[in-house]
C-alpha cells in the first residue's frame, strides 16, 4: 500500500462546475496535510495546507480532511480552464518535516 | 523574490560522468532537500536536511551525494551518472514551527538527461 494514493486521472470537468479531488493516507500519525498544483513542465506550487479536521476554504479552493477515515480532498469551484494541471497531494507524517507526495490527479477543465 | 533558485536548468551527462546541482534559498529556511520526479513514480525524496550541518537520506538515496554548505545552499552529486538517473530534480525549502510546517517551496527544477 502506498503511503499516499491519488486517482491518476485525467478528471474531466466542464468549465464553470465544481472539481472534487480525493486522496487516501496510511499512516494514522500524519499530521499536516498540502495540495499542490504542478503545470506541465514547471515545478510543484502550494495551494492549500491544512492540519484539523474539516473544511478549509481560499477562494475557490477548499480542502476538507478527515483524520478518522485517513483522508484529504480539495473541491476546486467554478472550474477555468487555467486550472488544467495535475494536483499532488502531500503529507507530513508525526516524525520529522518530510513531505511525502501521492502521484498526483490530472484534472482537465474543457471550455 | 529569487525563493529558492537551482542551477542549471537543463544537463545532458554521458554514462559515468560526475556532476553537482546547485539549490539555494534566500528565506532563511531551515529545511532543505531533494526530489527526483520520474513520470508514473510521482516526487521522491533523495536527501534532506533538517537544519545547516545536518543530512539524511530519503527513500531513494543509492548514487547520490549531498553537502549542506551554509543555511542557504544544498547540493546534490551525482559521482558516477547513469542512464536510471535521468529524470527532473527538484529541490525544496520549508520552515516548521514546532509541530507545524508551513509546507515546502520548491525551485524551478533541473531536467537532466544520462545517456
Known amino acids: 500500500q502506498k503511503e499516499v494514493e491519488q486517482n491518476s486521472g485525467p478528471l474531466s470537468v466542464p468549465e464553470g462546475a465544481i472539481a472534487s479531488l480525493n486522496c487516501t493516507y496510511s499512516d494514522r500519525g500524519s499530521q499536516s496535510f498540502f495540495w499542490y498544483r504542478q503545470y506541465s513542465g514547471k515545478s510543484p506550487e502550494l495551494i492549500m495546507s491544512?492540519?484539523?479536521?474539516g473544511d478549509k476554504e481560499d477562494g475557490r479552493f477548499t480542502a476538507q480532511l478527515n483524520k478518522a477515515s485517513q483522508y484529504v480532498s480539495l473541491l476546486i469551484r467554478d472550474s477555468q480552464p487555467s486550472d488544467s494541471a495535475t494536483y499532488l497531494c502531500?503529507?507530513?507524517?508525526?516524525?520529522?518535516?518530510?513531505?511525502?507526495f501521492g502521484g498526483g490527479t490530472r484534472v482537465l477543465v474543457k471550455p | 523574490n529569487a525563493g529558492v533558485t537551482q542551477t542549471p536548468k537543463f544537463q545532458v551527462l554521458k554514462t559515468g560522468q560526475s556532476m553537482t546541482l546547485q539549490c539555494a534559498q534566500d528565506m532563511n529556511h531551515n529545511s532543505m532537500y531533494w526530489y527526483r520526479q520520474d513520470p508514473g513514480m510521482g516526487l521522491r525524496l533523495i536527501y534532506y536536511s533538517a537544519s545547516e550541518g545536518t543530512t539524511d537520506k530519503g527513500e531513494v538515496p543509492n548514487g547520490y551525494n549531498v553537502s549542506r554548505l551554509n543555511k542557504r545552499e544544498f547540493s546534490l552529486r551525482l559521482e558516477s551518472a547513469a542512464p536510471s538517473q535521468t529524470s527532473v530534480y527538484f529541490c525544496?525549502?520549508?520552515?516548521?514551527?514546532?509541530?507545524?510546517?508551513?509546507?515546502?517551496?520548491f525551485g524551478s527544477g533541473t531536467r537532466l538527461t544520462v545517456v
Open positions: 491544512i492540519y484539523s479536521n
Open positions: 502531500a503529507v507530513i507524517r508525526a516524525a520529522g518535516n518530510k513531505l511525502t
Open positions: 525544496a525549502s520549508s520552515e516548521a514551527w514546532g509541530r507545524v510546517n508551513y509546507g515546502y517551496t
